[in-house]
């Protein structure tokens, strides 16, 4: 009797590529070395604010400092990934590590089990550790409920509060935690990045898709790699896959169509701007990312 090979199930590209380590971190030099410091030196705050913008690896980081302190060889800036510590973490079935949705659990009695929680000691790590996804929704008086754990926490515990806004969250919650600011990535270290990635997957690409893609995820590592990946999905034969076709899936004006349509503004060219208009219309392009692209 034959047996049939058991595929394995398509992994989303962001998380296929996911940093794990400190050291795989793109674009962000400054906060390595502070993290490297402090893991090495096993001098981890008990609370940490990671803030920037989105797609810049405040998650991903956060589960990396996880991995850190809980890989059974040893406190380390390089956790093995294979341990059974570390391998509960990646797959989100850790007993010790916790993520909390603040946009879904943003209320008092959330803080609350959370707190009631972070009284225990570690199942099978050595630091509990929880991660607090997009906590500047949480509510004022959730905040308020976090702060006497966020000050006097169990020296076990660990909590790593991230955020795209960071203004929003109480000042006492922010002077209670080490702020650790994640920079928008450049776009040739995104281009770089997707290159490699690229490469890995088999995929020709052209360097200036490459660099329109970079330039169209506005400094977020996460949507480039989700962006580079649907572009690869139009790729016809074993050409390069071309610019045009970043522009075709991001529904944004390619260079061409900007100089066309400035021109025509710098010239008064009433009939050419209107045909321009009409274009952008058929086309059914996102009109803010018209207005972004001039």
Same mark, same amino acid.
């Given at each position: 009797?034959?047996?049939?090979?058991?595929?394995?199930?398509?992994?989303?590209?962001?998380?296929?590529?996911?940093?794990?380590?400190?050291?795989?971190?793109?674009?962000? %030099?400054?906060?390595?070395?502070?993290?490297?410091?402090? $893991?090495?030196?096993?001098?981890?705050?008990?609370?940490?604010?990671?803030?920037?913008?989105?797609?810049?690896?405040?998650?991903?980081?956060?589960?990396?400092?996880?991995?850190?302190?809980?890989?059974?060889?040893?406190?380390?800036?390089?956790?093995?990934?294979?341990?059974?510590?570390?391998?509960?973490?990646?797959?989100?079935?850790?007993?010790?590590?916790?993520?909390?949705?603040?946009?879904?659990?943003?209320?008092?009695?959330? $803080? /609350?089990?959370?707190?009631? #929680?972070?009284?225990?000691?570690?199942?099978?790590?050595?630091?509990?550790?929880?991660?607090? #996804?997009?906590?500047?929704?949480?509510?004022?008086?959730?905040?308020?409920?976090?702060?006497?754990?966020?000050?006097?926490?169990?020296?076990?515990?660990?909590?790593?509060?991230?955020?795209?806004?960071?203004?929003?969250?109480?000042?006492?919650?922010?002077?209670?935690?080490?702020?650790?600011?994640?920079?928008? $990535?450049?776009?040739?270290?995104?281009?770089?990045?997707?290159? %490699?990635?690229?490469?890995?997957?088999?995929?020709?690409?052209?360097?200036?898709?490459?660099?329109? $893609?970079? /330039?169209?995820?506005?400094?977020?590592?996460? #949507?480039?790699?989700?962006?580079?990946?649907?572009?690869?999905?139009?790729?016809?034969?074993?050409?390069?896959?071309?610019?045009?076709?970043?522009?075709?899936?991001?529904?944004?004006?390619?260079?061409?169509?900007?100089?066309?349509?400035?021109?025509?503004?710098?010239?008064?060219?009433?009939?050419?701007?209107?045909?321009?208009?009409?274009?952008?219309?058929?086309?059914?392009?996102?009109?803010?990312?018209?207005?972004?692209?001039?």
């Amino acid at each position: 009797m034959t047996t049939a090979k058991t595929k394995q199930g398509f992994q989303p590209w962001h998380l296929k590529y996911r940093p794990q380590s400190i050291n795989d971190l793109t674009g962000q %030099d400054s906060l390595q070395k502070v993290l490297t410091r402090l $893991i090495t030196e096993d001098s981890v705050p008990q609370a940490l604010l990671l803030s920037g913008p989105k797609g810049t690896g405040k998650t991903s980081t956060a589960r990396i400092i996880a991995m850190s302190l809980n890989c059974e060889e040893e406190v380390t800036t390089t956790p093995c990934g294979e341990c059974k510590n570390c391998k509960a973490i990646q797959t989100g079935n850790s007993l010790d590590v916790v993520e909390l949705d603040a946009a879904s659990h943003n209320g008092v009695d959330d $803080i /609350r089990k959370l707190v009631a #929680d972070a009284g225990y000691a570690p199942f099978s790590a050595r630091t509990r550790v929880f991660i607090i #996804d997009e906590a500047h929704q949480l509510s004022n008086s959730a905040q308020n409920a976090f702060l006497k754990t966020l000050e006097e926490p169990n020296n076990h515990t660990k909590f790593l509060l991230a955020t795209t806004e960071p203004h929003k969250m109480l000042e006492t919650v922010r002077s209670r935690c080490l702020p650790l600011r994640f920079r928008r $990535i450049s776009q040739t270290e995104v281009a770089h990045r997707l290159e %490699d990635i690229a490469k890995k997957e088999g995929v020709s690409i052209d360097e200036n898709c490459l660099e329109a $893609i970079a /330039r169209s995820s506005k400094g977020g590592m996460r #949507d480039s790699i989700q962006l580079l990946f649907e572009v690869s999905c139009h790729k016809d034969g074993d050409d390069p896959l071309k610019v045009n076709t970043v522009y075709e899936v991001t529904k944004e004006l390619n260079p061409t169509q900007v100089e066309f349509l400035l021109t025509s503004v710098a010239q008064g060219n009433s009939y050419n701007l209107v045909r321009c208009c009409q274009r952008i219309e058929e086309s059914a392009l996102d009109i803010n990312k018209v207005f972004d692209a001039l």
